[in-house]
């Protein structure tokens, strides 16, 4: 990975997530029908579609290829969670010049920039049952990392251990967002959907990432 993320390995990092979302679909469905419709795992994979097709057909650099995906997730039904990827992705590009590749500054930056879109357009604070709780600390796993010197690989890693910690202790939370919230105190129990997608998105990112090792 020679320290630096191309948009060669970006690709694949998105692929990654794609394939994590694909293969644990109907975990999210189950975990969405506890307090919801149980449709996440379905419109989470239409939005990861709409991914896929984005990076196929990406031919520019970096702040591109997450501008691209960004907005063609926006474009996809995507449920209520999926458009926050969307701004995740588009608020990665923000960050981002003409760079060809991200040292692991510029990519912890890239990773607060789209952090900060999110949460510019949700309420939603950590401790409230939502994707939030999972993303938060990845962001902040990841850009401690770089604070100390870790290579752009060892980010990854440990953002990815923060995503799954942050959705399996959304177990013990009762939910104060979306339909969850109606069923009060029988959502604890039961990991957030949301929480479980961003974890998920986070290994594969990990994975893509680790065939450029």
Known sequence: MAGHITVEIMADMLRGAVSEIRENHELLGRLDSVGGDGDHGTTMVRAMGAVEKAVGAAGGGLKALLYDVGWAVLGADGGSTGPLFGMLFMGMSDALGEEEGLDPALLAAAFRSGLASVRAQTKAQPGDKTMIDALVP???????????????????????EAARAGAEATSALQARFGRARNIKEQSIGTQDPGATSVSLIFKGFLKGAEQHA
């Open 138 to 160: 990845a962001v902040e796993a990841l850009c401690a990392a770089a604070e100390g010197g870790a290579e752009a690989a060892e980010m990854l890693r440990l953002a990815a």
